[in-house]
């Protein structure tokens, strides 16, 4: 089986630190504090998997996992409400392994997702050119907007950049370096993906690698008729591919040739050409759009969601671990929003529960997914005091379309952004972590807030 591109999707966060504040020239897209790769990933596949989606296989590529020791692709699996009788895996490391995720789902079929929060010391370059996002791919036989013409890699090892498994920032060699390696290992897998192709002259070149010096020379290196791209949200880590390819398709028209190269540790290349339904089937919003919108954010403030500075901590306890059983007994509930809906006279109850609180009735419930579906605010609360790493911590009473009522956290919003009626969706967030256990749940976010 050779499976095409069915769908795609890419996420950028809503923040951004101002290019003064960190010495560059363009300002720098920024994960919220509450926002990891596995939140990153379900924002970018939520959008991608229509409901009662079923793909063959989940695979997740990532630098910067939320765990070690734990496949973090099942909480991504969970939140997106996907069936039981699939497989779901970690990908993890660089850039290739987001490739490798996509050889595997064009191989098979299934959805192949990259996300990255990537963390430069203060005034290094991965501060100033790094970039966190993530995007998914949806590969499968029927409706392809773009088939997967040929495929090859060039493998070779040489130092360029690198990071512990136990640290948060990485390092570099002298970009020089790693920028004639790369050249070389760039023309001969573009040359040898175009031949097997049968294709001079792509429309289209996406390009992604850890070396600036290379990204700065892109359009010497390979040739374009129509572009020659790199991902303008900066260097994004194994989500970087990913969310490149995401924004060439935004632009493409159909019957146009993509020739996609990841040059990590060597360099792997795809070759694609679109198809009369790519025009109709685009993303939403573009990742041009995407870039466009943002939230400033201070430095400082950033440098503590890092962990980077140790700011005063909030006056209060600090929330408990969550315990492993009655999280796996509210996995629905908990990962996907889910609800229950009474079979006898149809009241939604969020969270779900097994006695009707309208009627009466016991155990006639229907399960009722909401986080797909949008809200209104009825009341919400500023409250100055909650333990918060970005205080103050708003709250909201929110109507959910459809039925049902229930409260949640608002996330990338500042106060006077709030008001009763303001219309809501949802988003899988951290809301905390204690004891090295993250405890995800869902928070509404302002439906103009991305």
């Known amino acids: 089986m050779s499976a095409g591109i069915v769908g795609y999707a890419s996420y950028l966060p809503r923040y951004r630190l101002e290019g003064k504040d960190i010495g560059s020239r363009n300002?720098?897209?920024?994960?919220?504090?509450?926002?990891?790769?596995?939140?990153?990933?379900?924002?970018?596949?939520s959008q991608l998997l229509p409901a009662a989606a079923s793909p063959p296989a989940l695979y997740f590529a990532t630098s910067s996992p939320p765990y070690a020791d734990k496949t973090n692709a099942t909480a991504i699996h969970a939140a997106l409400g996907l069936p039981p009788n699939m497989l779901a895996a970690d990908m993890c490391g660089t850039g290739r392994s987001a490739f490798a995720a996509m050889a595997a789902a064009a191989q098979c079929g299934g959805v192949a997702v990259a996300a990255d929060v990537r963390i430069g010391r203060p005034g290094s370059a991965d501060e100033k050119t790094g970039g966190d996002g993530a995007a998914a791919l949806l590969f499968g036989e029927d409706n392809v907007v773009a088939d997967v013409l040929a495929s090859c890699s060039v493998t070779e090892e040489f130092l360029d950049r690198w990071r512990e498994p136990i640290t948060a920032t990485g390092q570099q060699w002298e970009e020089r370096f790693g920028g004639q390696r790369y050249t070389s290992l760039i023309r001969r897998a573009?040359?040898?993906?175009l031949d097997a192709a049968g294709?001079?002259?792509?429309?289209?070149?996406?390009?992604?690698?850890?070396?600036?010096?290379?990204?700065?020379?892109?359009?010497?290196?390979?040739?374009?008729?129509?572009?020659?791209?790199?991902?303008?949200?900066?260097?994004?880590?194994?989500?970087?591919?990913?969310?490149a390819l995401c924004g060439a398709l935004d632009i493409a028209d159909a019957h146009d040739t993509i020739l996609l190269l990841s040059a990590t540790d060597g360099c792997d290349a795809m070759v694609l050409r679109t198809t009369e339904l790519l025009t109709a089937s685009r993303q939403a919003r573009t990742l041009e759009h995407q870039r466009a919108q943002g939230l400033p954010i201070k430095h400082l403030t950033y440098l503590?969601?890092?962990?980077?500075?140790?700011?005063?901590?909030?006056?209060?306890?600090?929330?408990?671990?969550?315990?492993?059983?009655?999280?796996?007994?509210?996995?629905h509930w908990k990962f996907g929003f889910t609800g229950s809906r009474c079979q006898n006279c149809g009241f939604v109850h969020l969270p779900p529960t097994r006695m009707c609180r309208a009627c009466g009735t016991a155990?006639?419930?229907?399960?009722?997914?909401?986080?797909?579906?949008?809200?209104?605010?009825?009341?919400?609360?500023?409250?100055?005091?909650?333990?918060?790493p970005s205080p103050p911590m708003l709250q909201a009473v929110i109507d959910v379309d459809g039925g049902g009522r229930c409260t949640l956290e608002v996330a990338d919003a500042r106060p006077d952004e709030l008001n009763v009626g303001a219309r809501?969706?949802?988003?899988?967030?951290?809301?905390?972590?204690?004891?090295?256990?993250?405890?995800?749940?869902?928070?509404?976010?302002?439906?103009?807030?991305?």
């Open 190 to 193: 573009s040359s040898a993906a």
């Open 363 to 388: 155990d006639a419930m229907d399960p009722t997914p909401a986080a797909g579906l949008r809200g209104t605010v009825v009341t919400y609360t500023v409250d100055r005091l909650a333990f918060s």
């Open 27 to 45: 300002d720098r897209v920024v994960a919220a504090f509450d926002e990891d790769a596995t939140t990153m990933a379900v924002a970018a596949a």
């Open 424 to 450: 809501v969706r949802f988003s899988f967030r951290r809301l905390f972590t204690a004891d090295g256990v993250h405890n995800y749940f869902w928070k509404a976010v302002l439906d103009d807030a991305e």
């Open 199 to 243: 294709i001079a002259d792509p429309d289209h070149v996406v390009l992604a690698c850890p070396n600036s010096a290379v990204l700065k020379r892109a359009a010497t290196m390979v040739k374009g008729q129509k572009s020659v791209t790199t991902s303008p949200a900066g260097f994004g880590g194994a989500a970087d591919v990913a969310i």
């Open 304 to 331: 503590s969601w890092r962990g980077l500075v140790a700011l005063e901590p909030p006056r209060r306890p600090e929330p408990e671990r969550p315990a492993a059983p009655p999280a796996s007994r509210a996995g």
